[in-house]
């Protein structure tokens, strides 16, 4: 079974270990993370996200936060899954009761395909939100490249991102450029995806 991308996919899986940690303890005697403190950092990352959403005042600070929290929440869980599996390997059917089902095999022997539906979810005076879908064709992306082209320039590498979402801080005002993204894994580059056009 591979980590889940999406957050509301990482939130709803945090949900399950935690419940499952309570409800079979003695299958999950002592997780590196208790059941309590993932839901507190559940708990944390959902009123973040909250926050976020909820409008556009601070949204950089709103975002870091946001995205502080998710992390501490993926480090926490990818430890408690982790023990889960070390935990009941005699019997992985129990990984059941985490809502997880152990590893599966290497799905990444080839690049991924075409990043789908880029888009500008917000921007600012020297900020701009961008969003996208993961590929539906090829290998698993493990991480998102995302390039830049002042008119007339050539593509540039400015960020890097493990979710479908990033926020690029710092860009040039009165300046029109292209943002395009590209998918990445171990197997190599994936198809550049559409362009969208900015100016701030």
Same mark, same amino acid.
């Given at each position: 079974?591979?980590?889940?991308?999406?957050?509301? $996919? %990482?939130?709803?899986? !945090?949900?399950?270990? #935690?419940?499952?940690?309570?409800?079979?303890? $003695?299958?999950?005697?002592?997780?590196?993370?208790?059941?309590?403190?993932?839901?507190?950092?559940?708990?944390?990352? /959902?009123? &973040?996200?909250?926050? #976020?959403? #909820?409008?556009?005042?601070?949204?950089?600070?709103?975002?870091?936060?946001?995205? #502080?929290?998710?992390?501490?929440?993926?480090?926490?869980?990818?430890?408690?899954?982790?023990?889960? $599996?070390?935990?009941?390997?005699d019997?992985?059917e129990?990984l059941?009761?985490?809502?997880?089902?152990?590893?599966?095999?290497?799905?990444?022997r080839?690049?991924?395909?075409?990043?789908?539906? %880029?888009? %500008?979810?917000?921007?600012?005076?020297?900020?701009?939100?961008?969003?996208?879908?993961?590929? +539906?064709?090829?290998?698993?992306?493990?991480?998102?490249?995302?390039?830049?082209?002042?008119?007339?320039?050539?593509?540039?590498?400015? !960020? &890097?991102?493990?979710?479908?979402?990033?926020?690029?801080? /710092?860009?040039?005002?009165? +300046?029109?450029?292209?943002?395009?993204?590209?998918?990445? /894994?171990?197997?190599? &580059?994936?198809?550049?995806?559409?362009? +969208?056009?900015? +100016?701030?």
């Amino acid at each position: 079974m591979q980590f889940p991308e999406r957050e509301a $996919e %990482i939130a709803a899986l !945090a949900l399950l270990v #935690a419940q499952g940690f309570e409800k079979y303890p $003695e299958d999950f005697p002592s997780p590196p993370v208790s059941a309590a403190d993932l839901r507190g950092r559940l708990d944390r990352f /959902n009123t &973040t996200l909250a926050e #976020a959403v #909820a409008g556009e005042k601070g949204l950089r600070e709103l975002h870091a936060a946001k995205d #502080a929290a998710l992390g501490e929440l993926k480090d926490a869980m990818k430890a408690s899954l982790r023990y889960g $599996e070390v935990a009941v390997r005699d019997q992985p059917e129990k990984l059941a009761g985490l809502g997880w089902s152990g590893r599966r095999g290497s799905s990444d022997r080839e690049p991924p395909g075409e990043v789908r539906d %880029i888009t %500008i979810r917000s921007e600012g005076d020297t900020w701009v939100v961008l969003s996208w879908k993961a590929p +539906v064709d090829g290998g698993p992306a493990a991480a998102y490249k995302v390039q830049r082209r002042k008119q007339g320039g050539s593509w540039e590498d400015v !960020a &890097t991102a493990v979710e479908t979402e990033c926020l690029l801080s /710092n860009q040039p005002r009165g +300046v029109e450029f292209d943002l395009r993204v590209v998918g990445l /894994n171990k197997a190599g &580059t994936g198809q550049p995806s559409a362009t +969208v056009t900015v +100016v701030l």
